[in-house]
């Protein structure tokens, strides 16, 4: 069983966060509010990654909680992609209520994490932003963003970055954080079990198919 091998977990503290989104949703203006705790006043178009770093303590763990604000613009992410998705624990869609194309990408967004091969196990959520600016003309939209969140089993958020509170913004981060440790714990937990497995046995398994009964 020397495959045992992949099992074993990389002690690691940090947790890469991927945002996905069309250009101008807020993605910059999320991960910024929950970074620092401001909405940023002024943005400009993202080209390729920006990183930003927040630290938490989760259950006597320091996390290191590593956004990757990633360009919206297909021009501005191009030679960047294959890092998007290396190495990711959770992901973060982002779409503008009151740009329906914006909703109509996230398939796209999704067949894209798909394509770069991240598992059903990479916890992720939908935020739908830009709240202040809902109006009765984008409702109809903002339940189907609901009902797709469910379909792919994501918690939705309506949310706002400009005028939201800094507890949402700080629940939606923190929640993956959370899901993702605890999924962290439960390998480290199975590597344990499989390490208790008397290695006798595997060689009597061993013994026993190479048994010639004739
Ligand atoms: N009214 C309102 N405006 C917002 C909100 N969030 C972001 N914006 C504005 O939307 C614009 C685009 O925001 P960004 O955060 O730069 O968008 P982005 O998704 O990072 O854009 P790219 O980097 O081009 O992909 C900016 O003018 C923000 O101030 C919000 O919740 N409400």
């Given at each position: 069983m020397d495959s045992c091998e992949f099992w074993i977990p990389v002690v690691c503290r940090t947790c890469k966060i991927i945002v996905l989104g069309?250009?101008?949703?807020?993605k910059t203006s999320l991960t910024q509010l929950y970074c620092t705790g401001h909405f940023p006043e002024k943005t400009d178009s993202t080209i390729g990654v920006d990183f930003r770093e927040r630290v938490l303590h989760v259950g006597g763990e320091k996390i290191k909680?590593?956004?990757?604000?990633?360009?919206?613009q297909e021009r501005f992410r191009k030679c960047m992609v294959q890092h998007y998705y290396r190495n990711v624990h959770a992901v973060v869609f982002v779409y503008d209520v009151t740009n329906v194309a914006s909703f109509r990408s996230l398939p796209l967004w999704m067949e894209e994490c798909q394509q770069h091969l991240?598992?059903?196990?990479v916890p992720r959520v939908l935020v739908a932003n830009k709240?202040?600016?809902?109006t009765l003309n984008v409702a109809s939209t903002i339940e189907q963003a609901r009902h797709l969140a469910e379909v792919h089993s994501m918690p939705f958020y309506l949310y706002?970055?400009?005028?939201?509170?800094r507890e949402q913004v700080d629940a939606i981060f923190s929640k993956l954080v959370l899901q993702i440790t605890r999924q962290r714990r439960k390998k480290t937990e199975v590597v344990r079990s499989f390490k208790l497995t008397p290695k006798v046995n595997v060689e009597e398994e061993k013994k026993e198919k190479w048994t010639c009964n004739c």
């Open positions: 069309d250009a101008g949703v807020g909680v590593q956004l990757w604000d990633t360009a919206g991240l598992g059903p196990d709240a202040d600016l809902v706002s970055a400009k005028s939201g509170n």
